[in-house]
């Protein structure tokens, strides 16, 4: 194999396929629930490439964190991610292949880490 077809084939690799930037995975473009695969699904870690989800449009490139899981009128779970960089806030939808316990984690996270004594609850 020449020099120039092995790295062709890197290349059409890569656009099937990205390196998380904070866990390493290697992640498959594609994802079951979803055209859009914008997430790690091992640690949910994203990267800040979109304005609006699939256009590539960002220029920033961050990484973004995975802050909470909102819940969709129809009971979809979305992931709501931070730009470690600018402080952009996106929702994401999840993929049906994303690692649960993270997913577990970031749902149960306001009961873990309450901003008051549930205590308090009991005096109402």
Avoid: Y
Avoid at 52 to 67: I, K, N, S, V, Y
Avoid at 94 to 107: E, I, Q, S, V
Wanted: net charge positive; hydrophobic share 35%.
């Amino acid at each position: 194999m020449s020099r120039n077809t092995s790295r062709r084939a890197r290349t059409e690799a890569r656009a099937q396929s990205f390196r998380c930037l904070h866990c390493g995975l290697d992640v498959s473009m594609t994802a079951p629930g979803t055209s859009h695969r914008n997430h790690c699904p091992n640690c949910l870690w994203s990267r800040h490439l979109d304005d609006t989800p699939g256009d590539r449009a960002a220029d920033c490139g961050a990484r973004m964190e995975p802050l909470a899981i909102s819940v969709k009128g129809d009971g979809e779970w979305v992931l709501v991610h931070r730009c470690v960089h600018c402080d952009v806030l996106h929702a994401n939808r999840t993929a049906g292949d994303d690692n649960a316990l993270p997913l577990t984690r970031l749902a149960v996270r306001p009961l873990a880490q309450t901003p008051f004594p549930l205590e308090r609850l009991g005096a109402l």
